[in-house]
């Protein structure tokens, strides 16, 4: 690829100074789970957030997991969020034999729309999840007073959002408890699978701990059923290296947004993104909106220019969700976005250069 859609040789390059002598200190010690880098990561992270604790995972979708079980969520409970998340999101519902319960976005952000959200709502719904896509906070403003009111607790799904920033505070840290994930390819990004669990109860925060050691926290004693959901002290290296230059890096993807949103903003037939007001966005994605996407991502593709589509499906639409008998025209915001989004290459390395020829690309083959 003549630019690719994501560079993270680039990131590592950066880091590597800081985290292969922890690596070589951990191998020499044998030290892989748990220990001092996992608890000191997991103290940084809680101090960049703004909450009392984190709990750190194996993955993402653990963490969701995780999150729902120590909010409560079991088997026959409703659990309300989005229809155009990564089926993570309801797959960890699923996984503990709760109902994702999917509802439409607004078409302006494409986060998850309150209004949908209060006429979701049952006597069997145990939580909403709001979900911070892109890389902008969902509007918890909004959603809290509605689940506040029905005594229901706001679960975010932060994996998208490391960094980002409302007028109520940074994304983590706006309701009962948070899951995020370090996938690689996020904001903060770990060498592998790796993922957390945030909140201010210090009681979520214990089972979350318990539930992620097979449901113990004393070694053979077993409280609960739980799960190996451990993280690894090699990813915790990472993650504390990349977290010291996390800021920065967003910055960084602040800026590339805004050169985009100057490049692009002549050309007819491209939808720009847009952030909600009071937020700060960390871009984890750059999203446009284009007629005939998939020759429009060909193109791109046939010009060496890297491109991702998130999502194509959205999950109430997918085969693993066919069961809940769903059907076209039910999400029209949101499917109407999945038939037209399409991702650019966005990092904090991309250079000025390479969004020349990303937008150069765009423009020929969006107007040719």
Do not use: C
């Amino acid at each position: 690829m003549t630019v690719p859609f994501l560079d993270l040789a680039a990131q590592q390059a950066e880091i590597a100074d800081d985290v292969l002598p922890v690596w070589q200190r951990l191998l020499t010690t044998a030290a892989f789970i748990g220990g001092g880098e996992v608890d000191a990561f997991e103290r940084e992270y809680a101090d960049y957030i703004g909450v009392a604790h984190v709990v750190g995972v194996s993955n993402g979708t653990d963490a969701l997991e995780l999150a729902y079980r120590a909010a409560g969520v079991g088997p026959g409970d409703e659990v309300v969020m989005p229809a155009n998340t990564f089926i993570a999101t309801a797959e960890a519902a699923s996984r503990i034999g709760a109902v994702p319960v999917f509802v439409d976005v607004d078409d302006e952000f494409l986060l998850m729309d309150p209004d949908a959200v209060a006429a979701a709502i049952t006597p069997r719904t145990r939580a909403i999840v709001p979900v911070h896509l892109f890389g902008q906070t969902a509007p918890v403003d909004r959603i809290a007073p509605i689940a506040d009111a029905h005594g229901i607790p706001v679960i975010e799904d932060a994996a998208q959002a490391q960094g980002a920033v409302s007028s109520a505070g940074r994304a983590g840290a706006l309701g009962r408890i948070a899951a995020t994930s370090f996938y690689p390819g996020k904001n903060l990004g770990a060498a592998g699978d790796a993922g957390a669990v945030l909140t201010d109860d210090p009681g979520a925060a214990a089972l979350v701990r318990s539930l992620g050691a097979h449901g113990s926290s004393t070694k053979y004693v077993h409280d609960h059923i739980g799960v190996n959901a451990r993280l690894d002290a090699v990813q915790a290296a990472v993650l504390r290296a990349k977290l010291r230059r996390l800021d920065v890096w967003n910055a960084a993807r602040r800026a590339a947004a805004a050169r985009y949103a100057g490049l692009l903003a002549d050309v007819d037939g491209i939808r720009l993104p847009s952030v909600r007001p009071g937020n700060e966005d960390v871009w984890h994605l750059y999203v446009v909106r284009v007629a005939d996407r998939d020759r429009v991502a060909a193109g791109l593709g046939a010009a060496g220019i890297g491109v991702g589509i998130h999502y194509p499906t959205i999950v109430p639409l997918t085969e693993a969700y066919a069961d809940h008998g769903h059907r076209r025209g039910q999400f029209p915001v949101a499917e109407a976005a999945a038939d037209t989004i399409l991702s650019l290459p966005m990092s904090p390395h991309l250079t000025e250069g390479q969004q020349e020829d990303v937008t150069r690309a765009l423009r020929s083959v969006v107007t040719g």
